[in-house]
Nanobody
Framework: QVDVVESGGGLVRPGGSLRLACEVSGRLYDRYYVGWFRQAPGEERQFVSSIKWYGGEETYSAPVKGRFTISRDKMTTTFYLSMNILQTQDTAVYYC?????????????????????WGRGTQVTVTS
């Protein structure tokens, strides 16, 4: 069993920054990948970014590439999503999730069905 807990959401103005944290605990393996997804009201959950358990293979969706950065605290099992130049379109509930296998393609790596363990989400609201 793996537990995933997100934190760090909040209210921010357009152009601002926010850093989300994802604490992963339980039975952990270095084959895992950690990903971030987001879901706006009335929309499907969308892939944002993912990273290999010990770092590397960072992957980003087109809307966030160049603005968001995924990383891991090397001393803990906490993963971060640093979000810069936030836009109103970034408003959503952000979810952290764990994938337990390698994906050979972006389509696979970004699919919600590939992620096994999920957190409950943290709200990010970008508004003036």
């Amino acid at each position: 069993q793996v537990d995933v807990v997100e934190s760090g959401g909040g209210l921010v103005r357009p152009g601002g920054s926010l850093r989300l944290a994802c604490e992963v605990s339980g039975r952990l393996y270095d084959r895992y990948y950690v990903g971030w997804f987001r879901q706006a009201p009335g929309e499907e959950r969308q892939f944002v970014s993912s990273i290999k358990w010990y770092g590397g293979e960072e992957t980003y969706s087109a809307p966030v590439k160049g603005r968001f950065t995924i990383s891991r605290d090397k001393m803990t099992t906490t993963f971060y999503l640093s979000m810069n130049i936030l836009q109103t379109q970034d408003t959503a509930v952000y979810y952290c999730a764990v994938r337990d296998r390698y994906c050979p393609s972006y389509e696979c790596a970004s699919s919600t069905s590939q992620f096994v363990y999920w957190g409950r989400g943290t709200q990010v609201t970008v508004t003036s």
